[in-house]
C-alpha cells in the first residue's frame, strides 16, 4: 500500500514563507491533498493536486508536485501565527478504495 | 456545508468499561471512516463502511468494533476499553467511491481517556 512521510516539525517567523514536504511511495496516485488540524479541531481540506499537474496556487499556498520524486510540497506565502497548526500530507491510491493514506503530519509554528 | 458530528468531545472511562463513540453526517454521504489520532503516528485507520450494515477493517481494527445501522451514523465500540486506547478519535465522511477527487470531511474529535 501507500506510504506517505513527512517531518514532524517545523518553525518559522512570521512573514517568512513556510515550506512543508511529503514523499509518497506509489507512483499510481490520482490525487494529492493537503489537510489543516488547528489546535483541538478535526481536519480541514486545504487544497489538493491531481497527479498530472506540476502546480496549484490557491492565494497564499503553493502546491508543487514532482511526480518523478514522488514529491510533494506546500508552501505558505506570508506565514502568520493563525497558521500554526498540523499539515497533513495524504496520497490517494488508483482503484481500490479509493480511501487517501495519511502522513504523520507536521506541526508548523510559527513565532511572532 | 457538510457536517460530522462527534458528540462527545471529552470523555474519561475506567479500564474494562465499554464505550461507545457517536458520529453523525448530516450529507448522505455513503462512506464514513474511524480514525485514531496518536503524538507522532498520525492518522490510522481503525474501520470504515461502505454503507448501510457494511463495515470494513482498516489498519488497526484490534480492540475496536463498530456499527452503522443508518447511513448517517457510524459508531465506534470499545467493548472493553484499555489504558492503550487513551487516544484522539477521528470520524469522517465522504461522497460514495469515486475516481475523482475523494475528499474527506472530518468531524472535531472525540478525546478519550482510559483510567
Known amino acids: 500500500g501507500e506510504d506517505v512521510e513527512q517531518s514532524l516539525f517545523l518553525s518559522v517567523r512570521e512573514g517568512d514563507s513556510s515550506v512543508i514536504n511529503c514523499t509518497y511511495t506509489?507512483?499510481?496516485?490520482?490525487?494529492l491533498y493537503w489537510y489543516k488540524q488547528e489546535p483541538g479541531a478535526g481536519l480541514q481540506l486545504l487544497t489538493y493536486?491531481?497527479?498530472?499537474?506540476d502546480m496549484k496556487q490557491d492565494q497564499r499556498l503553493t502546491v508543487l508536485l514532482n511526480k518523478k520524486d514522488k514529491h510533494l510540497s506546500l508552501r505558505i506565502a506570508d506565514t502568520q501565527t493563525g497558521d500554526s497548526a498540523i499539515y497533513f500530507c495524504?496520497?490517494?491510491?488508483?482503484?481500490?478504495?479509493?480511501?487517501?493514506?495519511f502522513g504523520r503530519g507536521t506541526s508548523l509554528i510559527v513565532h511572532p | 456545508d457538510v457536517k460530522v458530528t462527534q458528540s462527545s468531545r471529552y470523555l474519561v472511562k475506567r479500564t474494562g468499561e465499554k464505550v461507545f463513540l457517536e458520529c453523525v453526517q448530516d450529507?448522505?454521504?455513503?462512506?464514513m471512516f474511524w480514525y485514531r489520532q496518536d503524538p507522532g503516528l498520525g492518522l490510522r485507520l481503525i474501520y470504515f463502511?461502505?454503507?448501510?450494515?457494511?463495515?470494513e477493517k482498516g489498519d488497526i481494527p484490534e480492540g475496536y468494533s463498530v456499527s452503522r445501522e443508518k447511513k448517517e451514523r457510524f459508531s465506534l465500540i470499545l467493548e472493553s476499553a484499555s489504558t492503550n486506547q487513551t487516544s484522539m478519535y477521528l470520524c469522517a465522511s465522504k461522497v460514495g467511491v469515486s475516481s475523482g477527487a475523494n475528499v474527506l470531511t472530518f468531524g472535531a474529535g472525540s478525546r478519550l481517556t482510559v483510567l
Open positions: 450529507m448522505d454521504h455513503e462512506n
Open positions: 506509489d507512483s499510481s496516485s490520482t490525487y
Open positions: 493536486i491531481f497527479s498530472n499537474m
Open positions: 463502511s461502505y454503507d448501510v450494515k457494511m463495515k
Open positions: 495524504a496520497g490517494q491510491p488508483l482503484g481500490g478504495s479509493y480511501i487517501p493514506t
